[in-house]
């Protein structure tokens, strides 16, 4: 089954230096990753991200108007974006214990081309993993919600019309094959007509 959110992957690369920009970019040029979009400093990151949401976000430390800790903090807790601190390797270990909690990846600097590619692999499959799960989530909910609804209806059937559970249940099921319609949508038509009763 083709995953949704298997197409590329938006990228954005917020660096000072303008050599690990273009670095970045070459790096992730793959045709997993477009568009890959830089930016210099944190609040022309901030200013893209208020319209542009990105899969993937490369931090490389420190940025010209702040540390790129903050920011990173703030866009972890965005949908579907993971995010990668580059940090000095004295600085890694503190940085890195700021960060963890939010899921942040941080990686130590230099990065190779390759490391570079691995992290955006994982992120990649990360983002893909915690999609996949809040789509489950959602749908448990949902099922949940249903539930809620159609004992809510039974019990109203109950106490109103003097059924049985099995009655109640049964009385549920067939209007709702009968209508074609799903259980959810009988018990909220249901419990509308028994609250006007």
């Known amino acids: 089954m083709p995953n949704p959110y298997a197409k590329q992957n938006s990228v954005l690369i917020v660096s000072g230096s303008d050599r690990s920009r ?6 992730l040029a793959a ?3 477009a568009p890959v979009i830089t ?3 944190a609040a022309e990151a901030r200013r893209l991200l208020l319209d542009t949401p990105f899969s993937l976000v490369f931090i490389n430390t420190p940025l010209p108007d702040e540390t ?5 903090l703030d866009l972890s807790s965005r949908r579907n974006c ?17 960060v963890e909690h939010a899921g942040v990846l941080t990686l130590s600097k230099p990065c190779t081309a390759q490391q570079l590619k691995q992290a955006a692999t994982m992120m990649s499959a990360t983002r893909f993993k915690l999609a996949d799960l809040e789509q489950k989530t959602a749908t448990l909910e949902e099922k949940m919600e249903e539930v809620r609804l159609v004992n809510r209806a039974k019990w109203m059937l109950i106490e109103r ?3 049985d559970e099995a009655a109640a249940h049964r009385y549920i099921e067939k209007l709702a094959m009968d209508a074609r319609q799903t259980r959810r949508l009988v018990a909220q038509t249901l419990i509308r007509s028994l609250d006007n009763d």
């Open 22 to 27: 273009e670095t970045l970019s070459e790096v």
């Open 39 to 41: 930016r210099s400093s």
């Open 82 to 98: 993971c995010v990668a601190l580059l940090v000095s390797g004295d600085s890694f270990d503190q940085v890195s214990e700021q």
């Open 31 to 33: 045709s997993r990753y």
């Open 68 to 72: 790129g800790t903050q920011l990173a």
């Open 161 to 163: 019309r003097g059924m």
